[in-house]
């Protein structure tokens, strides 16, 4: 993926790692997964006793300061690991999507970083492009009722073939690129923010590929 010039100079310190995984096996649920939830919630819950200490945690501050400025009020929509740990934290399980979904939320709130996922059979992955959005253009992303309206202050991903949206990053991802029980072949994102470290990123990537080669068939993976 391609970051814009002008978005690397306003943001020089914007990283994105990517991880490829072919031949996948997608289940609805596993029970191994289901077991592992159970650990990383308790040792969340231990580093976390209480839901103020999130906020101020110092990765989940680099994504609240970030959304902020790119147009995202982070009290409403949480940046994708805070709002995990957050419903840890408060009680809750971690949801049940499909063995693929479940296994990189693991990483994402095993390590803090926001993981973003696509349908490799969906995108054109080498011609992926992170820009600043356009005004008036609109996006569909995941469990959105209706299309959004950009008012040029996001960030985002496009297809440059087609222009079509893909993403808000780090916020939400498209709809019609969502990775199902039916894909196959699947990108993910380790998407950064200045102020994440480098190494932090290359642990929520190693982990995702850890966790979904263990727990999604693989029979092959780049």
Request: aromatic residues 6%.
């Amino acid at each position: 993926m391609k970051i814009r010039e002008d978005l690397a100079r306003s943001f020089p310190e914007l990283e994105v790692l990517e991880l490829e995984l072919r031949g996948l096996r997608i289940s609805e649920k596993d029970q191994r997964i289901e077991k592992l939830k159970i650990t990383i919630q308790e040792e969340i819950r231990r580093s976390f006793p209480t839901l103020d200490q999130i906020k101020s945690y110092p990765i989940f501050r680099c994504y609240r300061d970030f959304f902020w400025r790119v147009g995202i009020d982070p009290t409403k929509n949480r940046p994708a690991a805070e709002a995990l740990t957050r419903r840890v934290v408060s009680g809750k399980d971690l949801p049940t999507i499909n063995t693929l979904v479940d296994s990189y939320n693991l990483a994402s709130i095993k390590t803090s970083v926001a993981i973003a996922a696509f349908d490799l059979n969906k995108i054109s992955g080498s011609d992926l492009i992170m820009r600043k959005a356009i005004a008036g253009e609109t996006f569909l992303g995941i469990g959105m009722g209706s299309e959004m309206k950009l008012r040029g202050v996001e960030i985002v991903i496009e297809e440059s073939k087609t222009s079509r949206l893909i993403a808000v990053y780090p916020y939400r991802d498209s709809d019609n690129t969502k990775v199902t029980r039916e894909s196959r072949d699947v990108l993910l994102m380790m998407c950064g923010v200045p102020g994440v470290p480098h190494e932090k990123l290359e642990e929520a990537r190693n982990t995702s590929k850890e966790l979904i080669q263990k727990f999604c068939s693989q029979t092959s993976a780049e």
